[in-house]
């Protein structure tokens, strides 16, 4: 069973930075795609970056340059970087992994795991 938790949410101001961790529990067989997602109240869920366990990484478009994902896989760990943060990044950000067998790792496949969500306010 994979469970995952996410910290180092918060509130900061147009053009800081944060860096999200998500601390994945469970075997490395049992997920090999992660990624980070985010909903903003009202407004549908988007996939924000994702990763394998080989290292190949999606972004979308609206953090591309901006945002970094990464994976200490010592550490069972996958983090968040994020710069330049702009007021419509605020949103529950939340952790996420799945076991594929075929295909890319990207934000539009099932994500089977997921944690609860941390928190990012940017204010203008």
């Known amino acids: 069973q994979v469970q995952l938790e996410e910290s180092g949410g918060g509130s900061v101001q147009a053009g800081g930075s944060l860096r999200l961790s998500c601390t994945v529990s469970g075997k490395n067989y049992e997920r090999n795609c992660m990624g980070w997602f985010r909903q903003a109240p009202g407004q549908a869920r988007e996939g924000v970056a994702t990763i394998s366990l080989d290292g190949r990484t999606y972004y979308g478009d609206s953090v591309k340059g901006r945002f970094t994902i990464s994976h200490d896989s010592a550490n069972n760990t996958v983090y968040l970087k994020m710069n330049s943060l702009k007021p419509e990044d605020t949103a529950m950000y939340y952790c996420?992994?799945?076991?594929?067998?075929?295909?890319?790792?990207?934000?539009?496949?099932?994500?089977?795991?997921w944690g609860q969500g941390t928190q990012v306010t940017v204010s203008s």
């Open positions: 996420a992994a799945t076991l594929l067998y075929s295909g890319r790792c990207g934000a539009g496949r099932d994500f089977e795991y």
